[in-house]
């Protein structure tokens, strides 16, 4: 549970709240990459933290991330040219390049003095690992650009895909920290006693906060010899990482790899799931039919989305079309995704959710320690200091990891190289 002063401390994230300063200090994932796939094409909508923005990439190649409103009237920037390192308003024609300087203002009179007072809102952005990246907040705090492991695997190894969500961030962002719910709302197979979540239905959660927001296990009784341990992140302010490298048997998985998502407000009531993968042998890397399986096993795979949207087929408006008789006979929830589950759920508690109403268990303790660290960060932020994780150094090596360990063994030790990142 939750004072409902801290609650909105934590979703709100327009301008000028507290909880959006605070994202606002850590660099954000903008778009994907793909979205803006050649210099001079067509600019993009972009709705982060609550401001309506407009991507563009111009002819450097660089990507601009602007005020969606001209300056001059206010004018859909949107349908602006992009043409010559710069996009234009179709407007009155004013011109403006990716700093948000004015360029050119062919509606006023040669050598105007207004040319250099009119400024266009605009974001420093950064590209790595197929997203662009934009920072926010203030420019004298602005941190050294994003540095995760899954940035730096080569391309053959890492993919990154986003889905849309109708709620707000944090609610989905507890959803991805909940480790305990896997067993229920993923049983896909009901009755099915071997799949290693099933096997112990109450994991034990540990969290050990560090540096970047902290680090969690989750351990299940495995079999006589063995309990599975699967150890998390939890990376400020919005992301986590987590491993799928284990088959149920307890060997190594055919192409083993580490995904997490990023859960990017776009304002109170929606934001963007950044889903990443990357694999980390060499030798197995993630080919596009290995990524469309992972992707459709998720529920947003080619079939599943809406052409032209990264919005689900199956989605609130439709009860995420949950088939009664399948939920009855063969999968917990009878909704087909795996993440298409979580969504369900996330956005069928409400837009917001009111966690002053909550009544928390010993398996919650990952997220009553996220909301703390959050908190204290906001607090932070507040006081004019630096808040947890900010800087990428520190986040830079980590690596989440799952497997057997014997009974009475400690993962520390045994999972000590598997947790350090080698790209
Ligand atoms: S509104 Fe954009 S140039 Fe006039
Ligand atoms: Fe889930």
């Not at 204290?376 to 994780?389: C, K, M, Q, S």
């Amino acid at each position: 549970m939750l004072k409902r002063e801290d609650n909105e401390r934590l979703v709100r994230v327009g301008p000028g709240t507290v909880g959006g300063e605070f994202m606002r200090r850590y660099w954000q994932p903008a778009v994907l990459s793909s979205e803006l796939p050649e210099p001079d094409g067509p600019p993009v909508r972009v709705r982060l933290l609550a401001e309506d923005l407009i991507a563009f990439r111009d002819t450097a190649g660089t990507v601009a991330l602007v005020d969606a409103y001209c300056p001059h009237r206010r004018a859909p920037l949107f349908y602006g040219r992009n043409e010559e390192c710069g996009l234009r308003c179709v407007y009155h024609g004013w011109k403006f390049d990716r700093a948000g300087n004015c360029v050119d203002m062919p509606s006023e009179p040669p050598g105007t003095p207004l040319q250099a007072k009119v400024k266009l809102r605009a974001y420093p952005t950064c590209e790595r690992g197929g997203v662009v990246w934009t920072y926010m907040g203030p420019e004298d705090k602005r941190p050294p650009e994003p540095d995760f492991e899954w940035l730096r695997a080569p391309p053959t190894h890492q993919f990154v895909s986003k889905t849309f969500e109708h709620c707000n961030y944090l609610q989905a962002m507890e959803g991805g920290l909940d480790t305990a719910h896997s067993s229920f709302l993923h049983d896909n197979r009901l009755g099915d006693t071997v799949a290693l979540r099933s096997r112990d239905r109450a994991p034990r959660i540990a969290v050990e906060p560090t540096d970047y927001g902290y680090r969690y296990s989750s351990t299940r009784s495995a079999d006589e010899a063995n309990e599975y341990v699967r150890v998390y992140h939890f990376v400020m302010p919005n992301q986590q990482i987590r491993a799928m490298t284990t088959a149920p048997s307890g060997e190594r998985a055919e192409v083993p790899k580490i995904d997490g998502h990023v859960w990017v407000p776009i304002d109170d009531e929606h934001c963007w799931v950044y889903n990443w993968a990357y694999g980390y042998d060499e030798n197995a890397p993630l080919t596009p039919a290995f990524i469309e399986a992972i992707e459709t096993f998720a529920g947003r795979g080619p079939d599943d989305l809406i052409p032209g949207t990264f919005k689900l087929k199956r989605n609130l408006e439709n009860d995420f079309m949950i088939d009664r008789e399948l939920q009855k006979t063969s999968t917990y929830t009878g909704i087909t995704g795996l993440n298409t589950q979580d969504m369900a759920l996330q956005e069928g508690m409400g837009p917001i959710v009111d966690r002053s109403r909550e009544f928390l268990g010993s398996s919650d303790r990952a997220i009553v320690t996220m909301r703390r660290l959050m908190l204290e960060a906001i607090r932070a932020v507040e006081a004019g200091d630096a808040p947890r994780g900010v800087n990428p150094e520190v986040a830079r090596d980590i690596r989440a990891h799952d497997g057997y360990v014997p009974r009475g063994g400690d993962w520390h030790t045994l999972f000590a190289d598997e947790l350090k990142a080698r790209w």
